[in-house]
């Protein structure tokens, strides 16, 4: 591996920080207990984390509705907490990349409380999406769109004088502005933030909503209002994806490459891209722009040979095409655990964790980076029947809905013992975690996956170590291989094949002399000749 484009098959993982070990006993994750875990994912194998949002916040959508974008909410620490941290993590070769959020930030941010006592017209107001309404008195909002999580993406002030005023514009909540970045000054406060952590030693960023920022100029009604609620994707062409946002993009690379200019540790941009096709996909990762963009298709993609061969053909068409390389994801906070939405059509017959796993290590085994979600190392199923009571999603709040909530998935990490907190908050007896953990989350504690070399966590480990070990994984090319119905096979290099039985193959007994990464035999005539197998069954 190159190692100064350490980027391009690094597999990175992100921590959820407010559910991945408390140090305070408040019942919430922290920066300390970010720290404390560093030697765990040190053994697991990672190359770098990405922390989510610990900014100050009032957490109406759990940090992503940013108050301040250079500091620290003293619920996870403070500034001297995230230096320790940082400088813990380079100790062990883990690379930090936070979290930063370009397209909105909170309605408390001092810039937007400036925007709500200005006058109409001013500048102040000019950072944002101001806009006056339709109808008799402007009490209709100013176009037809709605906001992914519920509810008109508009919401209507009252001006300083009492009376009803403009309305601004939100592509997620009330209380999450977005930013108007036709208004240079947004650009430039960005700027001063991603110097202010590239400054504390940061190794890059992971973007949230990086197919946004840039609106339609005349913010024009759209022919499908609903379809960004609807399908809780950026889907709406007028209000993502425009063609300035690769501007941003050019410049920050620049940003960071004169970072690395400065001292040889080469700086990562990852972007959140969700566009409907992988050619659009492409055109964020051109070698002036985003290093890296999440592909979301292999995590949509149904438990089918033929599925899982397209989307990465297509990847493998299109992003590397550009001189990228593909970033893959199976899971993140804001989607449903790969244990569940892989067994949903078998119950608890335990085929959601087979294929999970299968799923994983066909991943792992692909060309280019991975990311993986904090607790899928441990095979920890979705949470499924939290009651609405302690529900945070804001989307369960916009909508009285419990359909695509995401708390399921950020339910705290069990670590040891056999009843909550499981070791997740070092509180006294009687400390609850902020989301409550089910009481067969003892069968998932760490302790007991890393005793267990059967269990998830080693197969996770085992992959990573093979990865870094074998010159024909990580970065470069597949070959697809002629197979059997229902198994998806590839070859890397020379002499290694994966083969993924997507649970139609028959089972016979293993080839002999085959060394096999995962149990499961493989059926006959999908290795001939070949030296090494990454043999995977899902079935």
């Known amino acids: 591996m190159n190692r100064h484009h350490w980027w391009r098959d690094a597999v990175i993982y992100q921590v959820y920080v407010r559910s991945f070990l408390d140090s305070t006993g408040d019942g919430i994750g922290d920066l300390a207990g970010v720290r404390a875990g560093l030697p765990y994912l040190k053994k697991l194998g990672v190359d770098g984390i990405w922390l989510s949002p610990f900014y100050p916040s009032p957490q109406h959508d759990h940090g992503y509705d940013v108050a301040d974008y250079r500091d620290v909410d003293p619920v996870f620490g403070d500034l001297a907490e995230f230096d320790r941290l940082v400088t813990a993590a380079r100790r062990l070769g883990i690379r930090v990349l936070l979290d930063i959020v370009p397209n909105h930030c909170s309605s408390e941010h001092p810039w937007f409380r400036d925007a709500l006592a200005a006058a109409p017209g001013g ?22 769109w709605h906001a992914m999580f519920g509810g008109p993406a508009w919401t209507r002030v009252t001006e300083p004088d009492g009376s009803p005023g403009q309305w601004y514009l939100h592509m997620f909540t009330p209380e999450q502005p977005d930013w108007n970045w036709r208004e240079p000054e947004v650009a430039a406060e960005f700027d001063r933030t991603l110097r202010f952590w590239l400054d504390r030693g940061v190794d890059g960023f992971r973007i949230d909503v990086a197919a946004g920022l840039f609106k339609h100029p005349e913010l024009p009604d759209s022919p499908d209002p609903e379809a960004d609620a609807r399908t809780r994707d950026s889907v709406n062409p007028l209000a993502w994806n425009q063609p300035e946002v690769h501007d941003v993009w050019r410049h920050w690379r620049s940003v ?31 070698p002036d722009e985003l290093h890296q963009a999440f592909f979301f298709d292999l995590l949509g993609a149904p438990w089918d040979a033929d599925a899982f061969r397209k989307v990465i053909s297509e990847a493998m068409l299109d992003i590397a095409g550009t001189g990228s390389t593909v970033t893959w994801v199976l899971n993140n906070h804001d989607q449903v655990r790969t244990v569940t939405r892989y067994g949903e059509p078998a119950g608890g017959s335990g085929l959601g964790a087979a294929r999970a796993r ?61 009843a909550s ?10 400390a609850k975690p902020w989301l409550p953990q089910p009481e067969y989350f003892a069968e998932y504690a760490t302790h007991l ?14 992959g990573l170590q093979l990865r870094s070990a074998m010159p ?38 293993p080839v002999a002399g085959t060394p096999l990464l995962a149990s499961g035999p493989c059926p006959p005539g999908v290795l001939p000749g070949s030296t090494a197998a990454w043999w995977i069954d899902g079935s």
């Open 421 to 430: 907190p499981f070791g997740f908050t070092s509180g006294a007896e009687g």
């Open 449 to 462: 996956a890393l005793a267990d070399t059967r269990s998830s966590w080693h197969l996770y480990r085992d």
């Open 256 to 286: 960071c490459e004169e970072y690395t200019a400065r001292d040889g540790r080469e700086r990562l941009l990852v972007g959140e891209v969700s566009v409907p096709t992988a050619r659009e996909h492409a055109r964020y990762v051109r």
């Open 123 to 144: 500048p102040e107001r000019a950072r944002f999406h101001f806009a006056p309404g339709r109808g008799p008195d402007g009490a209709e909002p100013p176009n037809n």
């Open 358 to 418: 299968a799923a994983a290590l066909l991943m792992l085994a692909l060309p280019g980076a991975a990311y993986i979600y904090q607790g899928e190392e441990l095979g920890l199923p979705e949470v499924v029947d939290l009651p609405d009571d302690v529900l945070t999603d804001p989307i369960f709040r916009r909508t009285g809905s419990r359909a695509r909530i995401r708390d399921g998935c950020r339910v705290p990490l069990p670590w040891s013992g056999q």
């Open 472 to 509: 024909q994984l990580g970065e470069g090319a597949l070959r697809w291989l002629d197979t059997q119905p229902g198994v998806l096979a590839f070859s890397r290099g020379e002499g290694l094949v994966c083969a993924v039985n997507f649970g139609t193959a028959p089972v016979p007994a």
